[in-house]
């Protein structure tokens, strides 16, 4: 069992930055692929971006550019850097972990860009 523990969300203005973290339970965190998703309400759960566990990395293409994640496994934490922030990025941001069948997801952090 994987415990997933996001942290860093909350209110910025428009073009301002945040780093959200997410911190995993267990011992073989380097083993999973760890992903950032977002849900805006009234829409589905979506990927923002993607690090496997040889650090390969993948991004939607709202967020090419202005997001980064990377992973520190010393820490087992992901992180997720976002600049340039705008409106549409409000969301619940949610941590998750995959290994081969098996995933787990994060209670969410909101994340809300307002002026």
């Known amino acids: 069992q994987v415990q997933l523990v996001e942290s860093g969300g909350g209110l910025v203005q428009p073009g301002g930055s945040l780093r959200l973290s997410c911190t995993a339970s267990?011992?073989?965190?380097?083993?999973?692929?760890m992903g950032w998703y977002r849900q805006a309400p009234g829409k589905q759960r979506e990927l923002v971006a993607i690090?496997?566990?040889?650090?390969?990395?993948n991004y939607a293409d709202s967020v090419k550019g202005r997001f980064t994640i990377s992973r520190d496994n010393a820490k087992n934490t992901v992180y997720l850097q976002m600049n340039s922030l705008k409106p549409e990025d409000t969301a619940v941001y949610y941590c998750?972990?995959?290994?081969?069948?098996?995933?787990?997801w994060g209670q969410g952090t909101q994340v809300t860009v307002t002026s």
């Open positions: 998750n972990a995959k290994l081969l069948t098996t995933t787990y």
């Open positions: 267990g011992s073989i965190f380097s083993r999973y692929a």
């Open positions: 690090i496997t566990s040889n650090s390969f990395t």
